[in-house]
């Protein structure tokens, strides 16, 4: 059956530290891989966008590759700040409109 | 240019009730997709539609569960004769071009629908 797990366990880090999440899939041949960002009561946000044939995208403090041999994706938030806290879904794309969601990553930043 | 709007933000129903979920896309936008989260689990696509049409509602409980996106206002999302398993948050997203065209999808805050 299809699969995608992201960090079971919520994450804490302290700030100007790196946080890096994590997207394991199985029986998926996603086109796209997205990452969203998600604060509670709110809906998701778009964040970033790979394809299958590039290996790395940044944005700013963020950085996301993705291994279609491994089947994951890594998300990474450089020098992290207490506003980067919340929830972080990864969702993969098969180039058409059903976007399948992993649970999320819940990340907070102390200061 | 105001984003998705979605409303209630809660709706609280006793089971067998009715409850309707609206969703506004963002200007300009002419397709919907809406998707349901549980309590633990990710974003479940439901259905997807366009004006007066739905594409997809393969996400979608065969019975209960209807959506339909007039021509003219919101999009609605009705499930008759609620159950407590149909507690969840709805989200509604919108895009100004089919999907295939790489188009982002944007969310609207959701609907946290309560069934007592």
């Known amino acids: 059956s299809q699969k995608i797990e992201q960090n079971s366990e919520a994450l804490n880090i302290q700030e100007g530290k790196t946080a890096t999440l994590t997207c394991n899939y199985t029986n998926y041949s996603p086109a796209y891989l997205q990452w969203y960002r998600q604060d509670p009561g709110r809906g998701p946000v778009f964040l970033l966008l790979i394809r299958e044939n590039e290996k790395e995208k940044r944005k700013e403090r963020l950085k996301v590759t993705f291994d279609t041999t491994l089947k994951q994706s890594l998300f990474h938030i450089t020098a992290s700040q207490p506003a980067d806290s919340a929830t972080y879904l990864c969702?993969?794309?098969?180039?058409?409109?059903?976007?399948?969601f992993g649970a999320g990553t819940t990340v907070t930043v102390r200061a | 240019n105001a984003g998705v709007m979605q409303n209630p933000r809660h709706l609280v129903r006793r089971r067998g009730q009715e409850a309707r979920l609206r969703c506004s896309p963002m200007k300009g936008h002419s397709h919907v997709y809406w998707y349901r989260q549980l309590p633990e689990e990710g974003l479940k696509f439901m259905v997807y539609?366009?004006?007066?049409?739905?594409?997809?509602e393969s996400g979608m409980p065969k019975e209960r569960f209807s959506a339909e996106f007039p021509k003219e206002g919101p999009s609605i999302l009705r499930i008759q004769q609620v159950v407590r398993g149909d507690s969840a948050a709805y989200f509604c997203?919108?895009?100004?071009?089919?999907?295939?065209?790489?188009?982002?999808?944007?969310f609207g805050p959701g609907t946290r629908l309560l069934v007592l």
């Open positions: 539609l366009q004006k007066e049409n739905i594409i997809d």
């Open positions: 969702a993969l794309d098969n180039d058409d409109y059903k976007l399948s």
């Open positions: 997203a919108s895009s100004p071009k089919p999907r295939e065209y790489q188009e982002t999808q944007y």
